[in-house]
């Protein structure tokens, strides 16, 4: 069974080599994605102007609002979805793409560092908060390695997507990332994996591959309640989720895995479990630009996944609010309060891209959510309990 799926991978890899010339150096989205490609291009490809998507007047802009910040470091009681949003200094906070981790009453938000160029390439910054409004800057917890060239996180690489899961039996936290080589722009799709022994870190990078030997972009992580943890990603040049499961120590994949949505071009997973029941939001793929959301729902992680319709409801719901997921997120474990949590990308000024959380309603076995100003986590309370 497995064979056949990873032969049935390779063969659908080949088929589709010959028209993602320009994904092996962009994030390989495909067809669906020809409105976005041009944007793509100039953010992924090594040979373009710079690598660059934000102009010096766009970091003038972000420096400038951060030099604001004495006016603006005000104590904040709501989510402003959209809004530019200050650390506890006043300084705007700089992690995309993030994956949040609870322990203790606090909440660890690790993400993308976007610097000058817009990409991702300084490492994975960390904000703690125990009431989810107000962040606190905890610094860079994995950084580039600026003195080893030939490190797979040598500068220059890119690195996106971070997660933290906790395992039991190691007592390691373990982060796992996107991660593109140095000088490869998007073309590498590979894995990276880093460990601390305590979740504020600095973590260690341990290794980075292709899951299984495949493809490995967008992603996410996710631990059973048995302690079984998967990694999602986007493979086969984002043309079709793999479930990876991980082994006990979940640095590694088990070699156990299934292709899932396949030709469904998925990206921006975020899996999680209500109900027992897991439940997987995600975003089409169209790089940086906006699209209409996916949800599905299984009764195993490795499926078989049923597609329900985009949880966005109302106005902008066809470009999910102008955001593309990122994570889901339990207020309180148990609790059934769940928070989308997405990012609002500028592709002319990345740096300045924003953080869009809603909260999540259940209602008859599918999440929907709709656009707000201002809202409490109080509201995140799900329809039928
Ligand atoms: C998006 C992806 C982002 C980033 C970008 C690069 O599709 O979700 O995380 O990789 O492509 O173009």
């Known amino acids: 069974m497995q064979l056949q799926q990873s032969l049935k991978a390779s063969k659908y890899r080949l088929v589709i080599t010959g028209f993602c010339l320009i994904a092996t150096t962009t994030s390989g989205c495909g067809p669906s994605a020809a409105t976005s490609l041009d944007r793509r291009f100039l953010a992924g490809n090594k040979t373009g102007p710079n690598t660059s998507q934000t102009t010096p007047q ?4 972000i420096n400038a609002i951060n030099n604001s910040n004495l006016m603006n470091a005000a104590r904040l009681n709501s989510f402003r979805p959209g809004e530019i949003w200050r650390d506890t200094e006043g300084q705007v906070i700089n992690a995309h793409g993030g994956g949040f981790y609870v322990e203790n009453g606090v909440y660890y938000w690790f ?9 991702a ?12 409004y107000n962040w606190r800057n905890e610094g860079l917890v994995l950084a580039v390695d600026k003195s080893n060239p030939d490190s797979d996180i040598a500068e220059g690489a890119i690195i996106e997507r971070p997660k933290v899961i906790f395992n039991k039996k190691t007592k390691k936290y373990v982060m796992w990332f996107h991660l593109e080589l140095k000088g490869q722009g998007y073309g590498s799709a590979r894995a990276g994996v880093a460990v601390s022994d305590t979740v504020r870190g600095p973590y260690r990078f341990l290794t980075s591959f292709k899951p299984n030997n495949e493809m490995s ?37 088990n070699g156990k895995f299934v292709r899932a949505f396949i030709g469904r071009s ?11 029941r897991y439940h997987l939001i995600a975003s089409g793929c169209t790089g940086w630009d906006p699209n209409s959301a996916r949800q599905a729902v299984a009764d195993n992680m490795m499926g078989p996944w049923t597609e329900l319709d985009n949880p966005a409801q109302g106005p902008e719901s066809d470009v999910t609010f102008r955001s593309q997921s990122t994570y889901v997120l339990e207020v309180t474990p148990g609790s059934g309060q769940f928070i989308y949590i997405g990012d ?42």
């Not at 766009?58 to 802009?61: D, G, H, K, Q």
């Not at 997973?269 to 109900?275: G, I, N, Q, R, S």
């Not at 209602?363 to 809202?375: A, L, V």
């Open 58 to 61: 766009a970091n003038e802009s």
């Open 111 to 119: 993400g993308e560092v976007k610097g000058q160029d817009g990409l």
């Open 121 to 132: 390439r300084a490492g994975i910054s960390l904000y703690s908060s125990t009431d989810l």
């Open 217 to 253: 972009r967008d992603q996410t992580l996710f631990v059973d309640d048995n302690g079984k943890a998967y990694q999602i990603a986007a493979s086969e040049e984002n043309q079709t989720m793999h479930i990876n499961e991980l082994t006990d120590d979940y640095l590694k994949p």
């Open 266 to 276: 998925m990206e921006a997973p975020a899996v999680f479990k209500y109900k027992g």
């Open 344 to 385: 609002r990308w500028n592709p002319d000024n990345l740096a300045d891209s924003r953080y869009i959380w809603l909260p999540l309603q259940y209602d008859n076995g599918r999440f929907t959510m709709s656009w707000k100003d201002e809202w409490q986590w109080g509201q995140a309370l799900p329809v039928t309990p």
